[in-house]
């Protein structure tokens, strides 16, 4: 269980939220709805360990998040030009999450790492990864490029993929598609959608598509 215990969040004396409680079971997929500015991106930062709150704990089993290794909360955000290391190729970036390297790989998971030194590159083309990739569309000629040498949409497949292969237990998808195409997006979908009942995760996500929500949730949380 995905749990948010009494969560405060101010920003210069605004107060965003306040004794926010909440959980998420693994098979659940959440929707989390409000308004423009209301604070939904930094209740994802939170339950992933990126923002620390005023007052409150976010608890996977009962249990704080971990500070070091990989996170069990993945979260892929809306930037994926932010998340990915501008250093790495994308080769590098994937191993870097396959290895545990990343503490959150979908979203900024590469500030004050290097690359592995070694890089097991069999292991991209072990059968359960070489699949994953192909069903998020990633190109084998894409993993030698660097970030800015791929598109928006070819950079969030590649964050998507590095989430997946942290092996988190909750993933927070907090508006991943709002920059692709209608096929893109529903093949993105599909893909997480196939993962999460694959393997059980709870998926927790911010989408401004009614659409796309309801043929999603199994439930709606409102800010
Ligand atoms: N690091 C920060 N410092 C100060 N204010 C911040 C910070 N991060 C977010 N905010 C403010 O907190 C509020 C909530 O921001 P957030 O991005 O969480 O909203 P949101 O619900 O995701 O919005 P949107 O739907 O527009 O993406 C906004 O008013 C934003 O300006």
């Known amino acids: 269980m995905l749990e948010a215990r009494n969560l405060t969040v101010a920003f210069d004396g605004r107060v965003l939220f306040e004794n926010l409680s909440l959980s998420i079971a693994p098979g659940e997929r959440v929707q989390i709805a409000a308004p423009s500015g209301a604070g939904k991106t930094t209740l994802c930062r939170v339950l992933a360990g990126y923002l620390a709150p005023q007052a409150g704990k976010v ?41 545990g390297q990343g503490a959150n790989a979908g979203e900024g998971g590469h500030r004050g790492r290097r690359a592995p030194k070694r890089s097991p590159r069999e292991s991209l083309s072990e059968s359960s990864t070489a699949l994953l990739l192909e069903a998020l569309g990633i190109q084998s000629r894409w993993l030698a490029r660097y970030p ?75 800010l």
């Not at 030009?81 to 191993?95: C, G, N, T």
């Open 59 to 99: 608890l996977v089993d009962g249990a704080p998040l971990p500070k070091k290794g990989p996170c069990p909360v993945q979260l892929i955000g809306q930037h994926p030009e932010r998340a990915l290391d501008p250093r790495l190729r994308m080769e590098a970036s994937l191993l870097e999450a396959l290895a």
């Open 148 to 222: 800015h040498e791929l598109s928006g949409g070819e950079m969030q497949r590649f964050c998507i993929a590095r989430a997946l292969l942290a092996n988190p237990r909750y993933l927070i998808a907090d508006e991943i598609s709002t920059m692709l195409d209608a096929v893109t997006q529903a093949q993105i979908w599909s893909v997480l959608l196939h993962q999460a009942a694959q393997r059980d995760l709870g998926l927790i996500f911010v989408s401004h598509s009614p659409a796309l929500a309801s043929r999603l949730a199994t439930r709606v949380i409102l």
